[in-house]
């Protein structure tokens, strides 16, 4: 609760800059003139949150302010994706998009004056996910792809035998183990051994190793934890939203589909911890380090 007290105090300092971008705009006599977008980049830094498919990891907030164009005081329940915010903007300038954008312009929803769905079309997102740090031996990644729907969540998991969080063994280049996991004091409460074994299943939700295929609910089951795939009563279902799924991704190209794996031989960059790059083994010292920063030993 303090986690997320934290996280809710983060919130409302960004809110009030928020509120100093407005007020400036107000005074300049431009606000009502301004295409104001509020967003974010990622899921909350939590356990099964960030760097996950789930609607923790890759729902975000969105708000969208036009005062002049947008009638207010609406909620839309179209599904968008951030992909659509470039389309979305040169239309607004009155600049012709370019047809290699595979976003939608928002626009047409934007400008209705009608609540809830507007475009029946836009009843589904697509997700992926390859690498986000260095967690894993040779920098292998845990490919994840995604449909959210509607009423369901399917989520296929391309190499099952890996772990999606790193991995209770190996030193990451943030010098943690499970290092896919943002530190914070939940991670740090959940790998604590005793409440390891007291919330295993909240443990192994948040760091264990997942099946090839995952599909949930969305509706009955917003927090994503109950799988349904193996479930009789729920084969068509995911028979159909694999079957969405694989079609798209041949659409589109993308190499997993195809059985290849062009990312993992990437150099992975960060500007610190270990410098410019980290595609190198950790050395007995640095591994020494990480174990105690995973123990939280005092300096």
Request: with cysteine; proline share 8%.
């Amino acid at each position: 609760r303090n986690d997320l007290l934290d996280y809710a105090y983060e919130i409302e300092w960004m809110d009030s800059h928020l509120k100093r971008m407005l007020d400036k705009l107000s005074a300049l006599g431009e606000l009502d003139n301004t295409l104001v977008v509020v967003t974010s980049d990622n899921g909350m830094p939590f356990p099964r949150a960030k760097v996950n498919l789930y609607d923790w990891g890759v729902r975000m907030p969105l708000a969208i302010r036009w005062p002049e164009k947008i009638p207010n005081d609406r909620v839309l329940d179209d599904f968008t994706s951030h992909i659509d915010l470039a389309p979305t903007f040169l239309e607004a300038a009155n600049i012709t998009v370019p047809k290699e954008m595979t976003g939608r312009s928002l626009m047409p929803i934007l400008t209705s004056n009608e609540s809830g769905i507007i475009d029946p079309t836009r009843d589904r997102a697509y997700f992926a996910l390859e690498r986000h740090t260095w967690c894993r031996p040779d920098g292998a990644t845990f490919p994840i792809r995604g449909l959210r729907t509607r009423d369901h969540l399917y989520l296929r998991n391309f190499q099952p035998n890996r772990w999606p969080t790193g991995g209770p063994t190996f030193v990451s280049s943030n010098k943690t183990f499970h290092g896919d996991v943002d530190g914070c004091p939940t991670k740090t409460f959940m790998l604590e051994p005793k409440n390891q074994q007291r919330y295993a299943e909240e443990f192994n939700w948040c760091f264990g190793q997942r099946p090839p295929e995952e599909l949930y609910d969305a509706k009955l089951d917003p927090d994503q934890v109950n799988n349904l795939a193996e479930r009789a009563d729920h084969q068509a279902v995911k028979n159909r939203l694999r079957t969405e799924l694989e079609m798209y991704l041949k659409e589109t190209g993308d190499p997993r589909i195809e059985g290849k794996d062009p990312w993992q031989p990437y150099i992975y960059h960060q500007t610190i911890g270990f410098g410019a790059t980290f595609n190198r083994s950790l050395t007995e010292e640095e591994r020494e380090e990480a174990r105690r920063r995973a123990a939280h030993k005092p300096e």
